[in-house]
């Protein structure tokens, strides 16, 4: 039997509702909601030894700023209930692939993310996190208008 439902936030409007519609649903099948921000970050790149060690720093400010702007305030909200179990988890990566190995190491029974409105070009360009976790994703994803 599933665990969670992981919720992916990047601080927009539709990832606030898909948190809420998430936080919902958490209560209705007692699952426990894993919060999570992925920042995006390519782990390719061709750098000298100070760039390296510079994106490593980068990288942590990054994951503390993305904690102190997106999960902190989200788990603050969702919690002042108290009926709820809540994660906060911030990983680099891409983002529609970090969120399927979230669910898989969480045990979910499906991931919640917001339509985030892009122009049709750059969705066509690059395609989105929504489509691509429908075609990646094992378990169900439910995307929040």
Known sequence: ?????????????????????????????DLRLVLACVVPWSPYSFSTAEENERRTIDKEREAKSARERVLDPAIARL????????EGVVRHGHPAETLVALAREHDAAWIIVGRVGQSRVRTLLFGSTPSSLI???PVPVLVVP
């Open 1 to 29: 039997m599933s665990a969670s439902i992981i919720v992916g936030l990047d601080g927009s409007e539709a990832s606030g509702r898909a948190a809420d519609a998430a936080a919902d649903a958490a209560r209705r099948h």
């Open 79 to 86: 919690s002042a209930t108290g009926d709820l179990s809540i």
């Open 135 to 137: 075609q990646l994703s």
